[in-house]
T-cell receptor, first 118, second 111 residues
Framework: EADIYQTPRYLVIGTGKKITLECSQTMGHDKMYWYQQDPGMELHLIHY???????EKGDLSSESTVSRIRTEHFPLTLESARPSHTSQYLCASSEWGASGRSLQETQYFGPGTRLLVL | DAKTTQPTSMDCAEGRAANLPCNHS???????VYWYRQIHSQGPQYIIH?????ETNEMASLIITEDRKSSTLILPHATLRDTAVYYC????????????WGAGTKLIIKP
C-alpha cells in the first residue's frame, strides 16, 4: 500500500474562504501531483512538482496555488473558494526510472479530498 | 487528448476472467502502457505497466500485441471487489511523460 495521505477527506465551506488541502507522502518520492476530478469524469492535472522548490501548472487551468518546501509535503491552496471549485482533489506522488530512451513512472494516489463550496 | 481508446463499459461474471481491451495505435517506441483502476471515486490504484513484453503480477496480466497498437488487461478470476473504472494510459513523450487520463472502462462484476 502507498503511504500518501490527504486531509481533510471532506470539506464544506462558504464562498470567499481561504482553504488549504494537505498532502503528504512518506515514500521519499520527488515528483508529486494534484488532480481535479468531477463525479464520473476524467482526472485533470492541475499542478505538479519535480521536487523541493519546483512547482508547475498542469493542463487544466486552476485558480489554486501550490508550494513544495519539503519533499514529503505538497499543499494546495485556494485563496477565495467559489462554488465552481466544488470537486474532488486527488494528490499523487511517483517513483520513476529511466531505461534507455524510455521513462517509466508509477503514480501512487491518496484517498482524495471532496470539496463542497456553498 | 487521451492517446488510448477503451470501451465505455463491460460486464463480467464473478469468477471468470475479465479481459479489458485498449487501443493505442499512435504509441511511440519508447512509451509505456499503464493500467490503473478507480473504485468508488477513491484515488486511482496502479495495476501494471509494460513496454513490449507481456507482464504479470499478483493483480493482473498485461498482453501487448506485437505491433504495440493494442493491449489487453486480464483479471484472471474476477471478484465483486474488482468492480471499478479501469484506465489504460500511454505516457506521452510529447508532454514530458505525463499521464493523460481518459474516461476508462467501467467494469461491472456480476454475481
Amino acid at each position: 500500500e502507498a503511504d500518501i495521505y490527504q486531509t481533510p477527506r471532506y470539506l464544506v465551506i462558504g464562498t470567499g474562504k481561504k482553504i488549504t488541502l494537505e498532502c503528504s507522502q512518506t515514500m521519499g518520492h520527488d515528483k508529486m501531483y494534484w488532480y481535479q476530478q468531477d463525479p464520473g469524469m476524467e482526472l485533470h492535472l492541475i499542478h505538479y512538482s519535480y521536487g523541493v522548490n519546483s512547482t508547475e501548472k498542469g493542463d487544466l487551468s486552476s485558480e489554486s496555488t501550490v508550494s513544495r518546501i519539503r519533499t514529503e509535503h505538497f499543499p494546495l491552496t485556494l485563496e477565495s473558494a467559489r462554488p465552481s471549485h466544488t470537486s474532488q482533489y486527488l494528490c499523487a506522488s511517483s517513483e520513476w526510472g529511466a531505461s534507455g530512451r524510455s521513462l517509466q513512472e508509477t503514480q501512487y494516489f491518496g484517498p482524495g479530498t471532496r470539496l463542497l463550496v456553498l | 487528448d487521451a492517446k488510448t481508446t477503451q470501451p465505455t463499459s463491460m460486464d463480467c461474471a464473478e469468477g471468470r476472467a475479465a479481459n479489458l481491451p485498449c487501443n493505442h495505435s499512435t504509441i511511440s517506441g519508447n512509451e509505456y502502457v499503464y493500467w490503473y483502476r478507480q473504485i468508488h471515486s477513491q484515488g486511482p490504484q496502479y495495476i501494471i505497466h509494460g513496454l513490449k513484453n507481456n507482464e504479470t503480477n499478483e493483480m493482473a496480466s498485461l498482453i501487448i500485441t506485437e505491433d504495440r497498437k493494442s493491449s489487453t488487461l486480464i483479471l484472471p478470476h474476477a471478484t465483486l471487489r474488482d468492480t471499478a473504472v479501469y484506465y489504460c494510459i500511454v505516457s506521452s513523450s510529447d508532454s514530458n511523460y505525463q499521464l493523460i487520463w481518459g474516461a476508462g472502462t467501467k467494469l461491472i462484476i456480476k454475481p
